[in-house]
């Protein structure tokens, strides 16, 4: 069965750090790979997605990720954060046909100045 | 890029009464949208699957009956929970799917915070 595991429930980075949100998933086939941003009180953005080709990602507002089938993770990366990507971070996994996407519990992102 | 919109974004009722959500797809005709329930700090979970024009697909454990999903237009689908107690207080986000099999995207609406007093 599909699932994703996201190991860190919140995590704070200084302003202008880097960051990295890990994401695990189990999926028996070639996943179709997501990474959302959800504000307080707001539906899901979509940050990027991998359904094939090459491993790495680039999304939107700076961010990207790599998928590693090896590890079966994906997770996602931002060089330097900004004050304003404080946010809630999920990570999601969908299959071919995109009628069974499961979704990751969340990472709270904190920003720090 | 694609929009959902859902209405309202806020509401509030009595227990016993019934509640309509709606989600709409603003620029582009959606063939399937999702209804998901989210609870803090857990997964969203996907209640149902619509379909334009046929019965919603409910997931195991949701209840066909309280919670109604109609899906009447290409651009419209709606959630109807009836006979509200607190326990359903939560909140809700549908879901626009694009694409055909294989390549897809989900475009999200603003979701709809419930609470039942």
Partial sequence: AQSVTQPDIHITVSEGASLELRCNYSYGATPYLFWYVQSPGQGLQLLLKYFSGDTLVQGIKGFEAEFKRSQSSFNLRKPSVHWSDAAEYICAVGNTGGFKTIFGAGTRLFVKA | ?117
């Fill in chain 2, 1 to 117: 890029g694609a929009v959902v919109s859902q209405h309202p974004s806020r509401v509030i009722c009595k227990s016993g009464t019934s509640v309509k959500i709606e989600c709409r797809s603003l620029d582009f005709q959606a063939t399937t949208m999702f209804w998901y329930r989210q609870f803090p700090k857990q997964s969203l979970m996907l209640m149902a699957t619509s379909n334009e024009g046929s019965k919603a697909t409910y997931e195991q454990g949701v209840e066909k009956d309280k919670f109604l999903i109609n899906h009447a237009s290409l651009t419209l689908s709606t959630l109807t929970v009836t006979s509200a107690h607190p326990e359903d207080s939560s909140f809700y986000i549908c879901s626009a799917r694009i694409g055909l099999a294989g390549v897809y995207e989900q475009y999200f609406g603003p979701g709809t915070r419930l609470t039942v007093t």
